[in-house]
């Protein structure tokens, strides 16, 4: 009788807990009373993903933007953070000339991800965390102005190529390096959404090894897979290694991330 005299109780007094629960990390879907809840007493953290649209092999043209988007949804909970709506057009370089690509000029980029990040630290995020998606030069506009908001506004930015810093995660999973819609980036996107991977298109033709510094140039790039070297990094379409690098991938930025945001606290910044 007394266990069941104390089961409303025990619900009432659980209901705050529920009440605790974020709907959605998507800054996109929650709406302004929860984010002010949240934002930024419980929540300091948020996560943009950048890419662009440019030809990537046998997978979609927006896997730049897909990628870090999947990766912002794998890893916001462990890093107990918001994930802003991701910026999809970017700095598209020898590839701008494929069909379905858009370039965005540097002119125009640069005072838009400035605005974006100001937007954020106006929202009260302390550690702003850009998991980018594409490369070339779109990465040193990205830590530019990342850096400058971070001195101007007393903000902490955090900018990371995903391919690039996991390219051990790579070699470990694959045993050979891999490419721009290599085999990482394919089986990243596998791992993801098997619909947006058409092994049927497949031709090995497709990929060409990134000349050495100062051999050549070729604009437009002849192929839409980069090989970051020669005979190495061909799309394999396997699915178990698609979901290990995915995962290992994942691991290896969240951790990065919460040993940044670590050492900033430690150092009182």
Known sequence: MKNFLLLPLLLLTALPLFSQQLSTREMDRINWMEFAEFVPEKINTVLLPTGTLEPHGVVNNGADNTAPFAMAKDIADELNAMIAPTLNYGITGSMAAYPGAFQISEEAYAPFIRDILKGLAKNKFKNIIILNGHGGGQTAVLQKVAGEIA?????????????SYASDVTMEVFK??????????????????????????????????????????????????????????????????????????????????????????????
Not at 155 to 163: G, H, K
């Open 151 to 163: 001195n101007e506004l007393g903000v902490r930015t955090l900018v990371i190529n995903w391919w």
């Open 176 to 269: 050979e390096d891999g490419g721009h819609a290599g085999l990482n980036e394919t089986a990243y996107i596998q791992a993801i959404d098997p619909s947006l991977v058409h092994k049927e298109k497949y031709d090995a033709d497709m990929a060409t090894a990134y000349p050495k510094n100062g051999t050549y140039s070729a604009v437009p790039f002849p192929s839409s897979i980069g090989l970051y070297q020669e005979g190495q990094g061909y799309p394999n379409f396997d699915e178990a290694q698609a979901k290990e690098y995915f995962q290992k991938v994942n691991a290896k930025v969240a951790a990065l991330i919460k040993e940044t945001i670590r050492k900033w606290d430690k150092a009182g910044l």
